[in-house]
Nanobody, 122 residues
Framework: QIQPVESGGGLVQTGGSLRLSCAVA????????IGWFRQALGKEREFVAS????????YYADSVKGRFTVSRDNAKNTVYLQMNDMKPEDTAVYYC???????????????WGHGTQVTVSS
């Protein structure tokens, strides 16, 4: 069983950048699509971005298109979320999650990390 572990969260000013990492232990990492989700205080968890097993297919929420980029390095068992031009409404706990097969966001991701806090100050 693989286990995703997020890192890279922190405090950033409006307009700044952060890069989150999702390290996935296990020999079968390349079989999995990886998704990024976030949950702001008092709100439901929402999809942010996802990437398929080899990185050639990605999906993004409308709210982050053009600002966030998801990528993966299968040699390092790691998926990245580069976040640029950040806004206060990006403040949330960010989670990565894995599933075998498609990276399409409407399909359920079933193996979750514990999250990393991202705070964007205005």
């Amino acid at each position: 069983q693989i286990q995703p572990v997020e890192s890279g969260g922190g405090l950033v000013q409006t307009g700044g950048s952060l890069r989150l990492s999702c390290a996935v232990a296990g020999p079968t990492f390349s079989y999995y699509a990886i998704g990024w989700f976030r949950q702001a205080l008092g709100k439901e968890r929402e999809f942010v971005a996802s990437v398929n097993w080899n990185g050639d297919t990605t999906y993004y929420a409308d709210s982050v298109k053009g600002r966030f980029t998801v990528s993966r390095d299968n040699a390092k068992n790691t998926v990245y979320l580069q976040m640029n031009d950040m806004k206060p409404e990006d403040t949330a706990v960010y989670y990565c999650a894995a599933r075998r097969g498609t990276a399409r966001p409407e399909r359920e991701f079933d193996i979750w990390g514990h999250g990393t806090q991202v705070t964007v100050s205005s």
